[in-house]
């Protein structure tokens, strides 16, 4: 039999704990009994474990044992809710967790009767920094030395925060977010790097900085400030200057700039390449010279083409030529002279002095008179010698008696004062004479009156010069007239009587003393002739002696050659 019992309970409320409900049949089958509990709908705090609030997590790791829970009724469900983050399940779960995860996450448990959330908790992301900001953003800053450049803000988005170191090209380090402005020198070129730093790692991000400059310390190449080559090789001189921008380069004697132009290279170098050479550095900033290098050619001695030889007595003869003065190093000389018979020849080294300018001349002496020579000049330097053609020359013949002309014109002189001292000494006696007559006559000599009055006779000779000059001019007469009568006078004054007068156009008689004046005059006209007709002959010889000295030398006469530089 079956026995059915059906039995319902409804509580006047939700108990507050379980209750248990028993329920008891007895039937035919004997006592039958069944319990039930009820219990009640709940749904307590949402509780998170661990109990902290605040988690620091680096960026890359994995969040876990981070889990919820609750006492609820009937059973709860679980989720996580945070940034950019939903989850199903009471543990939260973050891996490899990124920058962009940081922030507050809070779980939920839900059941039929309601939802209950916990408190919340926050995950901060510790990560390096991701990148570095320079403001303003310009990576490249071109100035002038002397310039500068404004403030330049280093910054970057990192957590915990970031500290910034900025370097500079020289290596020194400078701890702040800032790059202050100051003068800027050609040294602070180069690039300056912000680095941002914090526990987890660093970023970097650099600007260049160019300081533009004019060319300073040009310098030529092994610093050398002379060059010496030999004729017919190569000269190669390098330049370099240290200048921003780059420079372009020119050389002395050229046209052209050029930046590949730091080289001068001189092929087959000839005497006119000879000289000072300097290189000029320049670009947009201005330009700078270097030092003076001295190119100097050598080269191998020239051959003497025109050689003068002309002959001092009879056994002396200078040779005389026009050496190449461009030549470097300067030659050295030597005369050489045989006999024309003769096989080797005599060296005669020829030493320059110091007044020589562009003509050489040798004296060459203890020669044969009346023989023939053969002359040639060799010319030798350090790299080589050179001989000249050779020239023929016949010394003079030995003279019989040598006439010294200075000699004779010595004794022609002497002669001459011999003389003048004899016409003195008779001139002297005369005048004596004629004085005493003056006295003992009983003033029977006319005196040269013109109405004015007679001056004072003086006893020294020059002054009777002056004053029979005046006396002609006052009562003789004209110039002309006056020199047809003392000619005539002159002419006469060996047969004419010391007392005898001369006579003047006007018809007047000169006394004795007038007549000695006029005599001693002319006589000093006389020997003043003779002296000078002698001085004549003197230049006229002299004159001839230079006229055949130059001719001999003609062809020697040539304008000194100039070296260029």
């Known amino acids: 039999m079956n ?7 409804t509580p006047e409320s939700t108990p507050k704990n379980d209750e248990t409900f028993y329920c008891e049949v007895n039937g035919d089958n004997g006592l039958y009994s069944n319990s039930t509990t009820v219990r009640p709908a709940v749904l307590s705090s949402v509780i998170v474990s661990p109990l902290s609030t605040e988690y620091k997590i680096t960026q890359g790791d994995t969040v876990e044992n981070i889990t919820c829970s609750a006492l609820c009724w009937p059973i709860c469900t679980f989720q996580w809710i945070g940034q ?16 962009s995860q940081s922030g507050r996450y809070q779980c939920q448990a839900k059941n039929s009767i309601r939802t209950g959330s916990s408190k919340y908790i926050t995950i901060k992301v510790l990560y390096a920094p991701k990148n570095v900001d320079i403001s303003p953003s310009n990576e490249v800053y071109t100035r002038t030395e002397g310039g500068s450049i404004s ?28 790059f202050y402005e100051y003068p800027l020198e050609r040294k602070h070129h180069g690039e300056y790097k912000c680095t941002a730093t914090n526990e987890i790692g660093y970023k970097e991000k650099s600007v260049t900085v160019i300081v533009n400059y004019a060319p300073y310390d040009v310098q030529l190449s092994q610093n050398s400030t002379s060059f010496v080559v030999e004729k017919n090789k190569h000269v190669l001189i390098n330049c370099s200057a240290d200048c921003r921008p780059q420079c372009e380069y020119q050389w002395t004697g050229q046209f052209n700039w050029s930046s590949s132009n730091k080289h001068l290279v001189i092929r087959y170098v000839k005497k006119a390449d000879s000289g000072f050479y300097k290189c000029t550095a320049r670009n947009s900033i201005g330009y700078k010279y270097s030092s ?22 009879a056994t002396t003869v200078s040779i005389a030529w026009i050496p190449d003065m461009s030549v470097v190093p300067r030659q050295n000389f030597t005369v050489q002279y045989k006999r024309r018979n003769n096989i080797d020849f005599t060296n005669m ?12 001349l040798l004296y060459v002496k203890s020669l044969s ?5 053969v002359f040639k000049i060799l010319s030798e330097n350090y790299l080589g010698r050179t001989e000249s053609t050779e020239v023929r020359f016949v010394t003079r013949a030995k003279p019989s008696a040598l006439i010294r002309t200075d000699l004779v014109g010595g004794i022609s002189l002497i002669s001459i004062a011999v003389l003048i001292f004899i016409i003195t000494l008779l001139l002297v006696q005369r005048f004596l004479l004629s004085r005493q007559r003056s006295d003992t006559s009983t003033k029977g000599s006319r005196c040269i009156s013109d109405g004015t009055t007679k001056p004072e006779r003086s006893t020294n000779p020059e002054e009777s010069l002056y004053e029979i000059t005046n006396l002609q001019l006052l009562n003789i007469g004209s110039s002309s007239e006056v020199s047809r ?70 062809p020697l006469i040539m304008p000194k050659p100039k070296m260029k530089t």
């Open 369 to 373: 008179p009346s023989t023939e020579y």
């Open 485 to 554: 009568d003392i000619n005539e006078t002159t002419q006469e004054l060996g047969d004419t009587p010391r007392d005898n007068f001369l006579r003047t156009p006007a018809y007047r008689n000169l006394t004795d003393k007038q007549h000695v004046r006029l005599t001693a005059t002319e006589i000093r006209r006389q020997r003043n002739k003779l002296l000078v007709q002698y001085a004549n002959i003197t230049a006229k010889n002299k004159k001839i002696n230079d006229r055949v000295e130059k001719k001999a030398l003609k």
């Open 151 to 178: 403030t330049i803000i280093c910054s970057a988005d990192c957590n915990p925060v970031c500290n910034y170191t900025w370097t500079y090209p020289d290596s020194s380090t400078h701890v702040t977010s800032y």
């Open 349 to 360: 080294v020829f030493e320059e002095y110091a007044n020589q300018q562009n003509i050489y």
């Open 292 to 313: 003076y290098v001295l190119v100097t050619v050598h080269s191998r001695p020239t051959q003497v083409k025109t050689i003068a030889a002309k002959s001092h007595g």
């Open 84 to 99: 950019n983050y939903k989850n199903e399940g009471a543990e939260l779960k973050l891996e490899n967790i990124t920058f």
């Open 3 to 9: 026995n059915t019992v059906t039995w319902t309970y």
